[in-house]
């Protein structure tokens, strides 16, 4: 394990020296950390403003393929500025609070708990 690792972007890390890499292995997992707590899917959701131009997304310039209604529905309860809500909606539609569905979810291996990347996040912090 590299020390020092650091992620960089949803996809990358960054390396000791500011060098950028994407690292895989031989068994890959989907690794995702978009919103890591309420202020962390705030300021995500403030951040990519400008993303929804116009009520719609678009990424580059093209507009986006929508397959779930949650970005929509997440950017328009962010731009309200209505911080009750927006955190009633996080902890209703993004945090997975149900022990039961959590344990079905970890016993058919559809999710796994990794606690690796914590354990170093905090080790360097």
Same mark, same amino acid.
């Given at each position: 394990?590299?020390?020092?690792?650091?992620?960089?972007?949803?996809?990358?890390?960054?390396?000791?020296?500011?060098?950028?890499?994407?690292?895989?292995?031989?068994?890959?997992?989907?690794?995702?950390?978009?919103?890591?707590?309420?202020?962390?899917?705030?300021?995500?959701?403030?951040?990519?403003?400008?993303?929804?131009?116009?009520?719609?997304?678009?990424?580059?310039?093209?507009?986006?393929?929508?397959?779930?209604?949650?970005?929509?529905? =997440? @950017?328009?309860?962010? +731009? *309200? !500025?209505d911080v009750v809500? =927006? @955190?009633?909606?996080? +902890? *209703? !539609?993004?945090?997975?609070?149900?022990?039961?569905?959590?344990?079905?979810?970890?016993?058919?291996?559809?999710?796994?708990?990794?606690?690796?990347?914590?354990?170093?996040?905090?080790?360097?912090?």
């Amino acid at each position: 394990m590299q020390d020092r690792l650091r992620p960089s972007s949803v996809h990358r890390f960054e390396l000791p020296g500011g060098k950028s890499a994407a690292i895989a292995g031989e068994s890959p997992v989907i690794l995702h950390y978009p919103c890591c707590g309420f202020a962390s899917f705030w300021n995500r959701f403030i951040t990519l403003e400008h993303v929804y131009a116009g009520g719609r997304e678009t990424w580059w310039g093209k507009e986006a393929i929508i397959l779930s209604p949650f970005h929509p529905d =997440a @950017r328009d309860v962010v +731009r *309200r !500025r209505d911080v009750v809500a =927006a @955190r009633a909606f996080y +902890r *209703r !539609r993004y945090v997975i609070s149900d022990d039961a569905c959590i344990n079905a979810l970890l016993n058919n291996d559809v999710c796994c708990r990794i606690l690796e990347p914590a354990r170093l996040l905090n080790a360097v912090d």
